[in-house]
T-cell receptor
């Protein structure tokens, strides 16, 4: 079953602007992951945040996790045209044997 | 390239035909997953192997679907008597732990 629900679903921004997207989940987790998918391609792992972490940075990415609200956000700073992609949050489920993905956020960065 | 490899990248088949997809995981990864993704949706879990053992199967995996990982290395996913509803991207992923999963480029199936 899908656990993550991203918000907003689609985002169009100018190059150089920041892009923020949110994800909510329903059950307790030990980590939350964000993936990027370019059109028609596989998913690329971006960042993992553990349940005992509140914020994590990786290059131009900043992820927050609020376990009390069961939500996470992904911020991409100083966006580039190459950031145009769909972004998915995913949480381990089924005894950590699989990932439950949300529907994804489509981000378009206009040069 | 030592990433996850899937073959073929695209497959067009007529309804009722059987198709088989192959996944070669990263060599040291003992965990292998199959997911299915339809347009505008996130990937949905199909099945999971640890080494050669198939430990979990989704209810999405009807009796027309079968997956194998005979020697704990590559895996195959077969769909028998394909239906138009089977049209989707089939993604394979592998990992060492339950954390980060590495995905292949996927096989896009079109059933006509």
């Amino acid at each position: 079953s899908q656990q993550g629900e991203e918000d907003p679903q689609a985002l169009s921004i100018q190059e150089g602007e920041n892009a923020t997207m949110n994800c909510s989940y329903k059950t307790s987790i030990n980590n939350l992951q964000w993936y990027r998918q370019n059109s028609g391609r596989g998913l690329v792992h971006l960042i993992l945040i553990r349940s005992n972490e509140r914020e994590k940075h990786s290059g131009r990415l900043r992820v927050t996790l609020d376990t009390s609200k069961k939500s996470s956000s992904l911020l991409i700073t100083a966006s580039r045209a190459a950031d145009t992609a769909s972004y998915f949050c995913a949480t381990p489920t089924g005894g950590n044997n699989r990932l439950a993905f949300g529907k994804g956020n489509q981000v378009v960065v206009i040069p | 390239d030592t990433g996850v490899s899937q073959d073929p990248r695209h497959k067009i088949t007529k309804r009722g035909q059987n198709v088989t997809f192959r996944c070669d995981p990263i060599s040291e990864h003992n965990r292998l997953y199959w997911y299915r993704q339809t347009l505008g949706q996130g990937p949905e879990f199909l099945t999971y192997f640890q080494n050669e053992a198939q430990l979990e199967k989704s209810r999405l995996l009807s009796d027309r679907f079968s997956a194998e990982r005979p020697k704990g290395s590559f895996s195959t996913l077969e769909i028998q008597r394909t239906e138009q509803g089977d049209s989707a991207m089939y993604l394979c992923a592998s990992s060492l732990t339950a954390a980060e999963a590495f995905f292949g480029q996927g096989t896009r199936l079109t059933v006509v």
